[in-house]
Every structure is written in structure tokens, then in C-alpha cells.
């Protein structure tokens, strides 16, 4: 179900969760967009399915789970039991507050999803090779926690399976897949930012990433997009994926241009709902 909401007032809310300097390269996810191939749903799942199968070192969650980890939020019988962002302002204003943060989401994430002895393997791991913060020097929190993930986790642990769907070119496939829509209706980061919600369920892990957009047209629209995963919990592989858009709010966009808006995103979510993966 879609909802559209007329209104004659926008209120844009922008959340900060980390320093800007942590976060400034991170809307290059969206560069050069106008160059690149439109893909179909199927196209977009295959090419997602097939960067989630690389090993740990081609994949880029040494640089973006760091960037990421304030917008993480886990849940568990619809409890929330981690959130980045808690976690961040704990550190807030400690020197190492990117390093400190990323330290204990993930921590918390091994210890949920592949146990005690990897959590404290990976805490004693941290503390050898992020050593500048013992010894109060300067050093890259990235840099680091891309040495230390081989070191740390196997191909086939449950943790690494989702921390590859916060990586940027998994999500790049789906901002792909709406380039067609996007270049009817343009717009540009807003509206929510983006947040990752993972859910634990018995048999599954369902990752839910929300982007708000807001148009380029001054006082235009708004709305959210949704990117789903199930990973299966026993072989840790993606078994469905699904795109949807919802929170629709119209300001002062032509009726037109709103008509066509409806029915581009009506048929982005018949096309894109629960696609079953094998």
C-alpha cells in the first residue's frame, strides 16, 4: 500500500549522527549517476547476489561499516536490543568516538550472530591493531578495521553476511535499478537520511535499509525507499530481496507530474515485491 500525503508545509528533518568528517565522502554512493546502465529488477538482484559472494577483501566493509555503524539498529521480537547511534553518543566526546563506536556495534553483532569466543577473539584483535588508541596517537579507524577482518572473521560467518549488505555497492544496484524514475523525477538525499534495521527472526535475518529523497524542485516531494534482504540463517546467503516505496508527500508538484509520479512508483513496487532467490 502507498501512502501519499498532500500537505502545505514540509518539515525536513536532518539527523547528524556522526562528525561531518566521518561522513562526507559516504553521498558519493550517488556520483555520476546520470552515466550509468539502467537495470531491470532481476538484473539488480543477480548483480547484488553476486557482489554479496565476493571474499571479505573485495567487499568495502572495512570503509563503510565504520561509516554506517551510527545508523545501525538491531532488533529482536520487536525490541530494540542495539542501536548505533545510543552507542555513539556514549562516545560522543571521546577522542577515538568513531573508533570506540564501531569497536561496540560490532562486537555486539558477533555476539549475536556467531558467538562468545569470535566476540572476544575480535575485542582482543581490536585492541593489537587499533594500538594508536592505547598509545593516544593519530591513526584511521577504516585503515584498521580492514586489516582486521580477515584476521578475525571466516568467509562463511553469519556477522560477515550482513555486514556485506551495508556495503555501498550493494546498495548502488538498487539506486541503479530506480535510475529510470529518477530521471523523470529528479531528486537528491533528504528528507529521513538513511538507516539500517536488522531483525532477528528464528529461521532469518531481514535487513531493511530507509533512504529518504527529496526533490530537487524546491518544495517538491518527498518519500522513503525501502531495500530489503532475508539471509538465511544456516548457509547465510540471501534468499529474497525487496525494493518498495512508501511515505509519498506532495507540496507543490504539478498534478501531472504527481500522476505520473503515482504511477511509476506503483509499478516499481508490483515489479520489485519479495523476489525469491535460490
Sequence with gaps: MIMVVIFGTVLIVTC??????????????????????????NEMCQKI?????????????????????????????????????????????????????????VSEMIELFDGNDMKEYFEHTFED????????????????F?????????EDCLTISVMKTFTQALF????????PFRRKHQYHDGYTGWNIEVIIESQEINIKHTKGETSYEENG???????????????????SLDLQIDNVQFNNYPNDLREDFIICIDKINAESHLKELN
Design 16 to 41: 547528524i549522527n556522526k562528525p561531518k568528517q566521518k561522513l562526507s565522502e559516504y553521498g558519493k554512493v550517488e556520483s555520476n549517476i546520470s552515466l550509468r546502465p539502467e537495470l531491470t529488477f
Design 49 to 105: 547476489i553476486t557482489l554479496h559472494a565476493k571474499p571479505i577483501i573485495k567487499t568495502s566493509i572495512g570503509i563503510d561499516v565504520p561509516r554506517l555503524a551510527t545508523k545501525i539498529i538491531i532488533k529482536k521480537s520487536d525490541k530494540i536490543i542495539l542501536s548505533g547511534a545510543e552507542i555513539f553518543n556514549k562516545y560522543e566526546k571521546e577522542k577515538y568516538s568513531a573508533e570506540l563506536t564501531v569497536r561496540e556495534v
Design 129 to 144: 591493531l587499533f594500538n594508536y588508541i592505547r598509545t593516544k596517537t593519530e591513526g584511521d579507524v577504516s585503515s584498521c
Design 146 to 154: 580492514k586489516k582486521l577482518l580477515p584476521i578475525v572473521f571466516p
Design 172 to 179: 548502488a544496484a538498487a539506486v541503479e535499478y530506480l535510475l
Design 221 to 239: 516531494f518527498n518519500f522513503e525507499w525501502y531495500l530489503i534482504y532475508k539471509i538465511d540463517r544456516i548457509n547465510k546467503r540471501i534468499i
